[in-house]
């Protein structure tokens, strides 16, 4: 089955920096790729998904780009503010089931 | 106006108990899912029912059982409680299979935590 790997598990940055998030894949048949953001108490909750039919996706401050070859894909957050402190997940999908990663713990420093 | 809802959202019970988590969803999606969240924040899917009929059934202790009386809802049972099955339980559901072109985004509930003691 999918494998999926996202690094790292912990991320801090200070206010108005970037922040990165990467994830690699296992199975190549995999062809959907969303982010989910978790904040304390609450159920996971889509914030960009990627097809991969496309190598980049944006939306205002986020971002996610795809390298199929490579099996890779990451969550770029630029200019972040302390409400983007949450749990990160990446996942992927072959259009059966998703494959979370692992999670990233982000910390925005105001 | 809560789409997907799950009661309780907390749990707190001996070892050896039995205990059911219900979950409601209110957006006319065909598939529902179960997934444990561990103490590492690790999410792993348990079941998915589509139109009722179970098609995800991981590798999880038959003391585990879902039940879906209709599309609407999918609830869970968990016989002879143990330590290791404290954990946050979260329902989501999707329009279609997990991941489909155009279908397959996945809406969670709140969660509920159980604790095992």
């Known amino acids: 089955g999918e494998n999926v790997e996202q690094h790292p598990s912990t991320l801090s940055v200070q206010e108005g920096d970037s922040a990165v998030i990467k994830c690699t894949y296992s199975d190549s048949a995999s062809n959907y790729f969303p982010w989910y953001k978790q904040e304390l108490g609450k159920g996971p909750q889509l914030i960009i998904d990627?097809?991969?039919?496309?190598g980049e996706k944006k939306d205002q401050r986020i971002a996610v780009t795809l390298n199929k070859t490579a099996k890779h894909f990451s969550l770029h957050i630029t200019e972040t503010q302390p409400e983007d402190s949450a749990v990160y997940f990446c996942a992927a999908s072959t259009g059966n089931q998703f494959y979370f990663g692992t999670g990233t713990s982000l910390t925005v420093i105001p | 106006d809560t789409a997907v809802s799950q009661t309780p959202k907390y749990l707190v019970t001996q070892m050896g108990n039995d205990k059911s988590i219900k979950c409601e969803q209110n957006l006319g999606h065909d598939t529902m899912y179960w997934y444990k969240q561990d103490s590492k924040k690790f999410l792993k899917i348990m079941f998915s029912y589509n139109n009722k009929e179970l098609i995800i059934n991981e590798t999880v202790p038959n003391r585990f059982s879902p039940k879906s009386p209709d599309k609407a809802h999918l609830n869970l049972h968990i016989n002879s409680l143990e330590l290791g099955d404290s954990a946050v339980y979260f329902c989501?559901?999707?329009?279609?299979?997990?991941?489909?072109?155009?279908?397959?985004?996945?809406?969670f509930g709140e969660g509920s935590r159980l604790t095992v003691l």
């Open positions: 989501a559901s999707s329009q279609g299979l997990a991941g489909a072109w155009d279908s397959g985004e996945l809406f």
């Open positions: 990627i097809r991969s039919n496309v």
